[in-house]
């Protein structure tokens, strides 16, 4: 003998807004230097992450790596900094619910040799 259970669903899905909740800082290196730009996203609901530098989409090269360390983790590694590293970065998370950001400034200064 079976019995029938009916359950009832709402008909409109709930998509949480992700959050940041931990942003970019304002990050001053050497030259050559490593430098790890890194923030963590909270929410239930699945995002979409993207980087930008002066409002340019960031893409990954031999120097450049984005890294996704898990529990809502990401990282932006630049190796070998240059003085055209310089400038602001900004983290943009995503999803059908709207978007957030955040945003930090990376200086890059010269080596001084003696």
Request: glycine share 6%.
């Given at each position: 003998?079976?019995t029938?259970v009916?359950?009832?669903?709402?008909?409109?899905?709930?998509?949480e807004?992700?959050?940041?909740?931990?942003?970019?800082h304002?990050?001053t290196?050497?030259e050559?230097?490593?430098?790890?730009l890194e923030?963590v996203v909270?929410?239930d609901?699945p995002?979409?992450l993207?980087?930008?530098?002066n409002?340019?989409?960031?893409?990954?090269?031999?120097r450049?790596?984005f890294?996704?360390?898990g529990?809502?983790?990401?990282a932006?590694i630049?190796r070998d900094?240059e003085?055209d590293?310089?400038?602001e970065?900004?983290?943009?998370?995503?999803?059908?619910?709207g978007?957030?950001?955040?945003?930090?400034w990376l200086?890059?200064e010269?080596?001084?040799?003696?």
């Amino acid at each position: 003998m079976y019995t029938v259970v009916r359950l009832k669903f709402p008909l409109t899905c709930s998509i949480e807004l992700p959050a940041f909740t931990k942003e970019l800082h304002d990050v001053t290196v050497t030259e050559r230097d490593t430098v790890t730009l890194e923030v963590v996203v909270s929410g239930d609901s699945p995002y979409e992450l993207e980087w930008f530098k002066n409002a340019v989409d960031v893409t990954e090269s031999d120097r450049v790596s984005f890294v996704r360390q898990g529990e809502g983790k990401h990282a932006l590694i630049i190796r070998d900094c240059e003085d055209d590293d310089t400038g602001e970065y900004c983290c943009v998370a995503q999803n059908e619910a709207g978007r957030v950001a955040c945003a930090g400034w990376l200086n890059v200064e010269g080596r001084f040799y003696c």
